[in-house]
């Protein structure tokens, strides 16, 4: 007969199993020997080894407050997704593309309840706003430009 050290690698796998297991399925052999009668014990374990990269984010959230211009002016909290690193024209364009509202007709400020703590610009670095702070876009009346009357002529 056969000893058990003769035999081979492990008891083979189900025959109903999936694709994943097909693929990414192993056995670990665990070996035992009795220091006395040197019989030699061998047990085997599945697992499954599948390594996924775990995607670092490139983007981050920022909650803006948009405040419509007009007669009924309303106010709307919106959320959108900035770059990790950038300028604060990210930011406004995220808002524009979110809002309907042209890039050059939005205001960008940090406001708290005793008022207004700063302003950005396009070249501000976006690292400098924080989600925790109170972001406000503000809506302005479309920029007059006497040159765009002429060219309707």
Sequence with gaps: ??????????????????????????????????????????????????????????????????????????????????PLSGTVARLREAVSMETKIPTDQIVLTEMYYDGFHRSFCDTDDLETVHESDCIFAFETPEIFRPEGILSQR
């Design 1 to 82: 007969p056969p000893s058990e050290t003769d035999m081979p690698e492990g008891p083979s796998f189900p025959v109903c199993s999936t694709f994943v297991q097909e693929l990414f399925q192993a056995q670990y052999r665990s070996s035992l020997t009795c220091p006395h009668c040197q019989k030699q014990s061998n047990t085997f374990d599945p697992f499954l080894c599948i390594s996924l990269p775990i995607p670092l984010p490139h983007t981050r959230p920022l909650y803006v407050t948009v405040v419509y211009q007009g007669k009924c002016s309303h106010c709307m909290r919106i959320g959108v997704a900035v």
